[in-house]
């Protein structure tokens, strides 16, 4: 609901621009890109329980504040002429709140979706793992569906205030039972219970990195202890830590083409939902059109088992991108067309057919890291990933701060297009890379020489 919700409201507190919504934007993803891989290595540290308190008390509460926040900016329209120094004060604890709700947000991303869905499904058959995580994603893709209808309908219907309000009191009132659900899972699973004794008593990939470095150096020369202490140091700085981990990963590539995705206002996130606002299209269309989009996102989670059952993983993400760039065709089309009203329709049709890729595309990849990712490597990875993916995310709010007329809309349109486009082809390279080949030609030419055969039949008779 907030993630729907927060761009309305920055264009409601600041009309035509969007500014506010922009620079929200880039104080979260700027928060998750320089954070992400430690809350990886935080994960990875503290006990599962420790992680589930602090995340779910965190998240809410901060969630709370942000909405409370909005309410009172929303509540005296004024603010920013008749008492600038508080307006500012309240924009700022808005953002960090907001901040702080998806660093928390992605330590029980990363401790759900990279941790614990791996440990239940091992020794399991295969394709388990892939059904749960396509149950998930769809878990996640029907909460992005009710949500931002709701929230829709209460903007337009009620007013502004009252979803900000609403926010707040659900974010109270579900923190409990969002534990008990959790503990539920983590207490009914004995290979949960046996993982957590475990991982809290082994060395952090970090640690097992400046180890090795400790290890391989001439312990007595000065010179080799100086090197040694200085790499001491640098192998202590959690960011750095953390990415020469991700980098030595072999799904580095898919990862990296994943992460350019996020390079984009072509989503119904806060810059594209500002837009659309101002265009005149209601709050409740918006919502609707994103209830769409979430729909097909579900579909995508039903295809995408099936799909990857009969063409494997690899070939599901290529497809699944490909497919994305395909449609989002319509939106780039939207650019050249002269009434508002129905560019924006179009818009939204290009955004909501392309998730069907989109989240396939996600889940091929995803798997991919589960399947090659380390035990030892696995939350850390998943941080840095999510690192990764934000700072993309955050590029494209910059654009938005630089490009803020929504009149200028196209321009990051464009941009957003052109990084679709180039992740399509790094992830085809990590294809020909690891499978020689894109396309059978041999079974190609062995289906037209089948096609061909009866009428070679016909002519002999």
């Not at 749960?132 to 829709?152: E, H, Q, T, W, Y």
């Not at 919502?287 to 995408?304: E, P």
């Not at 009149?407 to 390279?429: C, E, G, N």
């Amino acid at each position: 609901m907030w993630e729907f919700s927060v761009g309305l409201y920055m264009i409601s507190i600041w009309p035509d621009s969007l500014l506010l919504a922009a620079v929200y934007g880039v104080v979260e993803s700027g928060s998750i890109f320089l954070l992400g891989p430690t809350i990886g290595e935080w994960v990875d540290k503290l006990s599962y329980v420790k992680v589930l308190q602090l995340w779910l008390i965190t998240q809410n509460f901060s969630f709370v504040v942000a909405g409370a926040t909005v309410f009172g900016m929303l509540a005296y329209p004024d603010l920013k002429s008749t008492n600038s120094g508080l307006f500012i004060m309240l924009i700022i604890v808005t953002n960090v709140s907001g901040a702080m709700g998806m660093l928390s947000t992605l330590a029980g991303t990363i401790l759900i979706e990279r941790e614990w869905v791996v440990v239940m499904s091992e020794g399991q058959p295969p394709g388990l793992l892939t059904q749960m995580n396509s149950v998930i994603r769809r878990i996640d893709l029907i909460c992005k569906l009710f949500a931002p209808v709701v929230s829709g309908f209460i903007i337009s219907f009620v007013s502004l205030r009252v979803s900000a309000m609403t926010l707040a009191v659900l974010n109270t009132t579900c923190v409990w039972l969002e534990y008990w659900f959790f503990m539920s899972v983590y207490k009914g699973i004995p290979a949960l219970v046996e993982r957590n004794l475990r991982r809290t008593s082994r060395p952090s990939p970090v640690d097992l990195l400046e180890s090795s470095l400790i290890q391989n150096e001439d312990p007595g020369s000065a010179e080799s202890s100086q090197k040694r202490n200085l790499r001491e140091k640098i192998s202590k700085v959690p960011f750095i830590g953390a990415w020469k981990v991700y980098l030595e990963q072999e799904v580095v590539l898919p990862g990296v083409s994943l992460a350019l995705l996020y390079f984009t206002v072509l989503s119904f996130g806060s810059l594209m939902t500002a837009t659309l606002e101002w265009e005149g299209v209601p709050a409740f269309v918006i919502g609707i059109a994103r209830g769409i989009s979430a729909t097909i996102g579900i579909a995508a989670t039903l295809v995408y088992p099936v799909l990857q059952s009969r063409i494997s993983t690899l070939r599901t993400g290529l497809w699944s991108v490909w497919s994305q760039w395909i449609f989002l065709f319509l939106c780039v089309g939207s650019i050249w067309v002269q009434n508002g009203l129905v560019a924006a329709y179009m818009l939204m049709a290009g955004v909501a057919t392309s998730r069907l890729g989109l989240w396939m595309f996600d889940l091929a990849v995803i798997q991919q890291m589960q399947d090659e990712v380390p035990e030892s490597d696995r939350c850390v990875v998943g941080g840095v990933q999510n690192s990764l993916q934000s700072f993309l995310d955050l590029m494209a709010y910059v654009m938005g701060i630089f490009i803020s007329k929504p009149q200028d809309f196209w321009k990051l349109m464009l941009l957003s297009f052109l990084a679709v486009t180039i992740s399509a082809i790094l992830y085809t390279l990590h294809v020909y890379r690891v499978r020689k080949h894109l396309i059978h030609f041999e079974k190609i030419a062995l289906l037209g020489s089948l096609l061909m055969r009866p009428s070679s039949d016909a002519g002999r008779s």
